[in-house]
């Protein structure tokens, strides 16, 4: 039996690949999360009892080194991370705390006889963008934001330690990603629920600013057949959409979609943190997932119908 540790596995993405995994009764998944943003309804139930839940903080290595020498694992998803724009911008000393949570992982893994690390970074590596698409290879290092330094860090963390003592890894570059259990933190789920009750919506300047957006089903698939298929082996993979719409076309898709009374309100631009621009090269994206993704109108319409981000909030 595979064990699978799954950090940050009560946050949207984390728990849904951790149910993804917990799907194979050859895997037996530990779940740590600190549950500072993630929550307990979001961590998934599964028929084979292979799911373990464990509260715990990886950036205190007393608490993530117990779960550690008590699994022995075989593979690590480290998606323990401190995420939103606000939130991170607020709070920028914590968000620099996750460079030890990072290192954490690292020192015990390479300890304890882990085959492979998968780290969920971000498109924000890329800062303000030089190149379209934007590919793997293109790392401009412009971004001064610390959640960007942090993932940028943690990829030379993880280089490192494969280059020093042999330890294999995958990085995933996750652009926007949405779905039905995602907090109103994020653009559409926090669109939807305003427009849902007929709220305003609210757009940071003109709203020009342009995203791709990636539907979980298809992030969690990408990923857990990179995982399956051993492909991708030390390098890294954009996971994201392939339409790119500007916040502005997304509020008055989601005021359409769900037949709203919403007015679109604009407030004064953010001073950081919102690039202009975002388009992710997805070739290697592609040849995970060897299908078409699900179109943007399509994964609006599940995340409505479903509605379980409104409980979550």
């Known amino acids: ?18 149910g993804k995994l917990a799907e194979d009764p050859d895997n037996y998944v530990v779940i740590v999360d600190n549950l500072r943003t993630g929550s307990l309804k979001k961590l998934p139930d599964s028929p084979y009892r292979n799911v373990k839940f464990i509260k715990c903080d990886v950036n205190h290595f007393e608490d993530i080194s117990s779960v550690f020498y008590a699994y022995t694992f075989d593979y690590v998803f480290h998606y323990a991370a401190l995420v939103g724009v606000k939130r ?37 590596v890329y800062g303000e963008p030089v190149e379209f698409p934007q590919n793997e290879d293109t790392t401009p290092l412009n971004s001064r934001l610390p959640y960007a330094i942090v993932k940028n860090v943690g990829e030379a963390y993880l280089r490192s330690y494969q280059r020093e003592f042999g330890l294999e ?10 779905g039905p259990k995602q907090s109103k933190d994020f653009v559409i789920s926090k669109f939807i629920y305003a427009a849902l009750q007929n709220a305003d919506i609210t757009i940071y300047g003109e709203g020009k600013q342009t995203r791709t957006f990636c539907f979980i089903e298809d992030n969690i698939e990408a990923c857990t057949n990179a995982f399956y298929n051993n492909m991708y082996i030390n390098d890294v993979v954009n996971i994201g959409g392939t339409k790119e719409v500007t916040i502005l076309e997304l509020a008055n898709i989601i005021i359409k979609v769900t037949g709203s009374s919403s007015k679109i309100v604009h407030l004064p631009e953010l001073t950081e943190g919102d690039m202009t621009r975002r388009q992710p090269d997805t070739s290697k994206m592609q040849q995970l997932l060897k299908r078409d993704t699900i179109s943007f109108e399509e994964g609006l319409k599940r995340v409505i119908e479903q509605g379980q981000f409104i409980s979550l909030i």
């Open 88 to 124: 991170t911008l607020s709070n920028p000393v914590m968000v620099l705390e996750d460079i030890t949570g990072i290192k954490n992982i690292l020192n015990l893994s390479k300890n304890t006889g882990v085959r492979r690390v998968y780290f969920s970074s971000s498109s924000e």
């Open 1 to 18: 039996m595979r064990k699978i540790l799954v950090t940050g596995g009560a946050g949207f993405v984390g728990s849904s690949l951790a």
């Open 169 to 178: 890894f995958t990085v995933f570059r996750f652009f926007n990603t949405y």
